[in-house]
């Protein structure tokens, strides 16, 4: 059976694919025939060759919105599609891929609500939700500040 109801909230990832962590710094991959994902209100520092990268097919109500995220050097894209639309069109069919803040990346390749700033804004604006885009800061730093963490 393929994944299906995962949903991912409020994350800031960082130093991926630099030192000591190896690999090409692929924050988020989502594989063709998983369902109903939700990726929302995240963020991370630094991306290798994708923001976020899809492969396998297609995925079935995939929701992406109010996210700011680095372009790297491809942004979104699938295996043998180009960046932007091409990918999201046939790699979340009929899905929602809304209100991302995407640094440095092309906005005419992507959904009239994506943002493309040079660097990451301090303030990111109101997303699909009604909430500021990003992750929501005051419950990161509660859960962290409320963490055992063992000896």
Known sequence: ?????ISIYDNVITNLGSSPWAGEGIPLQILGGTYDVVVAHNSWS????QAISFDGGASTRTVIHSNVIPNGVYGVKGSGTGSGFTTINNYMPGGLFSYDVIVGADC???PATTTCPS???SSPGIGYDARTIGPDMTKINSATSSAIVAP
């Open 108 to 110: 005419s390749v992507y």
């Open 1 to 5: 059976m393929p994944a299906a109801r």
């Open 46 to 49: 630094n991306a290798g060759n």
């Open 119 to 121: 660097s990451a804004p």
